[in-house]
């Protein structure tokens, strides 16, 4: 069984559709039928064995015609480069490239992507691919309304059964979404083929991706490392094509089931085949140009962060910075292979380079990052010297624990803003700091100073967070005295 992409101009939407059921509220139709993709069924032979045939149709004869022209062009390109990328096995594998959901949003943004990999013919990359757009949210909706959703047998299987259980675990909830990275690398798979591309689709949990059963926010364990570079070298001597490589994706070890990496999860995907590789570079595309000095949703003037360090990069991750996952620095920190962020929209950009080592005399400010909605226990006793571990107990219980060695308060709508830098100038960035936030009228409710030693957090007041971030960039990354110290500073210290 074929699939059918019907597409327009606008931006391609799924909706899920079953023969027998109304189509899933929520995904939107795009007027009139012309810009709404409606996705078949897909069968089990394709989904799973990889052995079937996909198709990408075009809504009517002109837009074929439009399509078989462009393929054409794509099919010319990819003759130049034949040497380059899919064949030839005295080459090795050199770099991963990772793309994001919204780059692999639709047919359009797949023959993009297929480009930009072919624009670069000195390279022999292992792909890997997200979901398409917002499929992981239709499949969760999906999974919630439990309705009929005929996109291939084994989908439909499952979906009927939620409907049976009436209940959705994280175990189900894990099977679920993985559809979406399984159809995504299939259908890009068999386009670069369609082209003259050499490629071999893979699912990650099928090559060696072997997690805990932490379903929904599984650990990658060792064991992987060595899995994954005897199947994707082996099979790259054996019979070389482009490896596309679902992200996301793993397998509990003891249970046997596919497990998610928690969300961002391909980006860890990616690092972690670029380690148990060996490979010289691992390229992350998304939709801004890199990793910026703030969120550019609260504050428009952003800017690009040029060069960071794993310990940068990972306590960005960690604080709330949406562009990486906050596990997937250490395979490439262990592994020391510089990570670089780019722009699949905007290739020409510079991105960020992120390695283990950067020139650090003259950098005060890194980036700015928001943690909203937190929660913060104010703990008030002279009880707790030498008592480790107390907070190890059940969350539940915490509270009603500590109020036997302390007075607890706690207080709610927090947030943190983490400062991204050189902590050795800690002097120089809570003097500036402290000044902008007195004028701002803002009260500073509490200040940690992370063991990474790249990182000051300062907690305020949910409602005042935005305001503090927009007028720290100003101060920090605006006014003239920048992310540099001047000269005569740094000799002071």
Not at 188 to 217: M, P
Not at 228 to 239: C, N, P, Q, S, V
Request: one cysteine or more; proline letters at 3%; charged letters at 20%.
């Amino acid at each position: 069984m074929a699939i059918a992409l019907r597409f327009a101009a606008a931006p391609l939407r799924l909706r899920l559709v079953s023969p027998n059921a109304p189509a899933i509220a929520g995904a939107g139709d795009g007027g009139g039928g012309g810009g709404r993709a409606r996705i078949g069924v897909l069968r089990r032979a394709c989904c799973r064995g990889g052995g079937g045939r996909v198709e990408v149709a075009g809504a009517d004869s002109a837009r074929c015609r439009a399509k078989r022209a462009g393929d054409a062009a794509a099919a010319a390109a990819a003759a130049e480069t034949l040497g380059g990328i899919g064949v030839g096995g005295g080459d090795q594998l050199s770099v991963v490239m990772k793309f994001g959901g919204s780059s692999v949003s639709s047919a359009a943004r797949m023959r993009e992507v297929a480009g930009l990999i072919l624009a670069f013919p000195e390279e022999r990359p292992v792909v890997v691919l997200s979901a398409m757009g917002k499929t992981t949210n239709l499949l969760l909706l999906a999974g919630e309304k439990a309705v009929g959703c005929a996109l291939l047998d084994e989908l439909e299987q499952l979906l009927k059964g939620i409907a049976m259980m009436k209940e959705l675990t994280l175990r189900t909830t894990d099977y679920l979404v993985s559809f979406g990275e399984c159809m995504s690398t299939r259908i890009f798979a068999a386009y670069l083929n369609k082209i003259g591309v050499k490629a071999r689709q893979y699912d990650a949990f099928d090559i060696g991706f072997i997690t805990t059963d932490d379903f929904g926010n599984a650990d990658i364990l060792e064991a992987t490392y060595p899995a994954i570079a005897k199947r994707l070298h082996g099979d790259w001597i054996r019979d070389p094509a482009l490896p596309i490589v679902t992200g996301f994706l793993g397998k509990g070890w003891k249970s046997g089931a596919v497990t998610t990496l928690g969300r961002g999860g391909s980006d860890l995907t990616a690092t972690t085949i670029g380690k148990a590789l060996g490979l010289r570079e691992i390229q992350v595309w998304k939709d801004v140009d890199g990793v910026l000095t703030c969120d550019p949703n609260i504050y428009p003037n952003a800017t690009t962060v040029p060069y960071l360090t794993f310990e940068e990069a990972a306590e960005l991750a960690y604080f709330g910075a949406q562009v990486l996952h906050p596990q997937s620095m250490r395979p490439a920190r262990e592994g020391d292979i510089p990570v670089r962020v780019k722009n699949s929209y905007n290739p020409k950009a510079p991105g960020t380079l992120i390695t283990k080592q950067r020139e650090m005399d003259k950098v005060v400010l890194t980036s700015i990052v928001l943690k909203s909605n937190v929660t913060m226990l104010d703990i008030v006793s002279t009880r707790m010297l030498g008592q480790f571990g107390f907070l190890a107990k059940e969350l539940d219980h915490v509270v009603e624990e500590l109020e036997k060695i302390a007075v607890v308060h706690l207080l709610q709508q927090r947030a943190i803003i983490s400062l991204i830098g050189n902590v050795r100038r800690s002097s120089l960035i809570l003097e500036k700091a402290f000044h902008v936030l007195r004028k701002s009228g803002v009260n500073v409710q509490m200040i940690s100073q992370g063991a990474s030693k790249v990182n000051m957090s300062l907690i305020v007041h949910d409602s005042e967070a935005k305001q503090c971030i927009k007028a720290l960039h100003q101060a920090f990354f605006e006014d003239d005295v920048l992310t540099e110290v001047d000269e005569d500073a740094l000799h002071m210290s």
